[in-house]
């Protein structure tokens, strides 16, 4: 049980997946507190500081971990959110041109619409 306890602690900092940071501390104070109870009274008292700072170890590592795992996914969503907003603006600048022209036909359109109403029904050019 102790190698398996020293092999998971040495991996334990390398997981990048949090389910899976979180399993693997999970089974490591499983493992540490089986240790610790599979040991005799007198042995537990006067190891129990041992016992205590690999908890405290493996509480700390997943704490780093998943701090450190916080922080790049709030820098990735800040950067997406960066690039969507340069896209929007891309894409709102090329709308632009078309939306003026849809305007400039609809105030035309608006133009002869009067100029028909106001002559009494009859047809006058209206050029741009």
């Known amino acids: ?6 092999f998971g602690s040495a991996i334990l900092p390398g997981i990048k997946d949090p389910a899976q940071l979180a399993a693997a501390g999970q ?3 499983d493992l540490n507190k ?19 700072d690999f908890a405290d ?8 971990r998943l701090g450190g795992m916080s922080n ?10 960066q690039q969507l907003g340069a896209m ?3 894409s709102a600048a090329g709308f632009q ?20 109403i106001n002559s009494g029904g009859q047809y006058n050019q209206v050029v741009a």
Do not use: H
Request: hydrophobic share 50%.
């Open 1 to 6: 049980m102790q190698s398996q306890l020293e």
């Open 27 to 29: 089974w490591l104070l």
């Open 34 to 52: 089986r240790i610790f109870d599979a040991g005799p009274e007198d042995l537990q008292r006067s190891n129990v500081n041992t016992f205590i």
């Open 57 to 64: 170890y493996v509480r700390d590592i997943i704490t780093e």
């Open 72 to 81: 790049a996914l709030e820098i990735d969503q800040a950067n997406l959110s």
């Open 88 to 90: 929007l603006e891309v």
């Open 97 to 116: 041109v078309p939306a003026d022209t849809m305007l400039t036909a609809a105030q035309l359109m608006f133009t002869a619409v009067q100029n028909f």
